[in-house]
């Protein structure tokens, strides 16, 4: 009878043995099973992003950054033996220079280096015969500030300045933040480091007229306003060309009289608004119409739609009513979508007129790398990274701001209009 029992017990440890070894092999088959899945799908997933970032790829190809270009109608066939000039004017919009920036800047031994922001694209600007800018920080004695009463250290304005700006603008809402006295100083630092400067009352001249290429070049200056106007004194107020017709109309007046071309920088508009207001509107209208060739603005912070229309005299009239930023430490993502124009001018060899022939972009971005970043801040071109990107380098930036990219670029085109 034990034999027996032994017998049953050894045939049904077999068996259990059988079924667990057929569970087991069945578990590896079912696992293998879903791994060739998972890897099927995430090969599939792979070869959908490649196509995708492909498609993507051909879309930045066909985007065209050109805004007006002269037609064959507008150029005159001459049979002059005086060739035609062309003059090549780039612009950005403010330059500021916020609290996280001056962070980032400071070195251990208390000074600052701002070079590496700029160093990426310094070289789409230098080529140009002059590069403008505005100015919307002050170089005094005061504290830094990035906020507020905005005051920024030396380094900075030597940093924009090797960055390929040439003239700048310092007629803005803080140019007052320290008073006349303050603009003075900030003046003459500019000066004093190669900056040409406009947008000031301090002297008697208040129109600056370069001379390029044989042609004269009239730049004017002008704010809505200052902050906490209210506390000004006179004297304050009448240092810095603010805006008001009777002004604008004399200096464009002179203007007209001693330059072939005229370029007004207003600082104008609404914070962050995509959309000139109706002032901006009036203002350019009020412009064009007493002589203004070129109308570059700024102080939105973001960028806003461009134009080109015919004068009485049906002259080209460009208008960017908003350049946004050239660099800061704004947050607001659409702040950090900005660009460089270039403007293209022609001095016709017949008859020495000077003509708008090209108008153009290249789309830039301010990066934040992120607080623990050795470099935080830099300004990167938009489209040749994101092109990169799409070719197969997505070790330039990752899939996060490569999206951030394209949709900056998709802003731009819409804003602009083209």
């Not at 006349?180 to 009352?201: A, C, M, P």
């Not at 071109?381 to 070790?395: H, P, Q, R, S, W």
Request: aromatic share 8%; hydrophobic share 35%.
């Amino acid at each position: 009878m034990s034999r027996n029992r032994r017998n049953k017990r050894s045939e049904g440890k077999r068996i259990t043995d059988y079924i667990s070894f057929k569970t087991f092999i069945i578990s590896i088959i079912v696992l293998a099973l879903i791994i060739i899945a998972c890897v099927g799908i995430i090969r599939y997933r792979n070869m959908q992003d490649i196509e995708v970032l492909a498609r993507q790829r051909e879309e930045l190809d066909k985007q065209i950054e050109e805004i007006f270009n002269e037609t064959e109608k507008n150029i005159i066939n001459s049979n002059s033996n005086k060739p035609d000039s062309i003059i090549r004017i780039s612009a950005v919009g403010d330059i500021l220079c916020g609290s996280e920036m001056l962070e980032d800047a400071h070195q251990k031994d208390d000074t600052y280096t701002f070079d590496y922001m700029f160093q990426n694209i310094t070289s789409y600007i230098k080529k140009s015969d002059i590069v403008l800018g505005t100015m919307e920080t002050n170089f005094t004695n005061n504290p830094y500030s990035g906020y507020g009463n905005r005051n920024s250290p030396k380094e900075f304005g030597n940093a924009v300045k090797n960055s390929g700006i040439n003239l700048v603008s310092i007629s803005t809402n803080h140019s007052l933040d320290y008073g006349s006295n303050g603009l003075k100083t900030t003046k003459e630092y500019l000066q004093e480091i190669g900056f040409s400067t406009v947008g000031d009352r301090l002297e008697k001249e208040t129109v600056n007229i370069q001379t390029i290429k044989g042609a004269k070049i009239a730049f004017l200056s002008y704010t809505y306003g200052v902050e906490d106007s209210s506390s000004k004194g006179k004297k304050d107020l009448e240092s810095l060309n603010i805006f008001n017709e009777k002004i604008a109309k004399e200096d464009l007046k002179y203007a007209k009289e001693n330059a072939d071309y005229i370029f007004v920088i207003m600082h104008w508009g609404d914070d962050y608004a995509t959309r000139p207001s109706k002032d901006q509107e009036k203002i350019a209208d009020f412009l064009v119409e007493n002589g203004a060739n070129v109308i570059l603005g700024n102080h939105p912070a973001v960028i806003q739609p461009m134009e080109v229309r015919e004068n009485e005299n049906n002259e080209n009239v460009f208008i960017a009513y908003s350049l946004g930023n050239y660099i800061s430490s704004i947050s607001y993502e659409a702040s950090k979508v900005e660009l460089v124009l270039n403007i293209e001018l022609r001095k016709r060899g017949e008859d020495g007129k000077v003509v708008l022939s090209k108008v153009d972009y290249t789309p830039i971005y301010v990066l934040d790398n992120g607080e623990k970043a050795q470099n935080r801040y830099e300004l990167i071109d938009m489209k040749g990274v994101a092109k990169e990107y799409a070719g197969g380098n997505t070790k330039i930036v990752d899939k996060k701001t490569y999206n951030k990219l394209l949709d900056g670029l998709k802003l731009l085109k819409e804003v602009i209009g083209r």
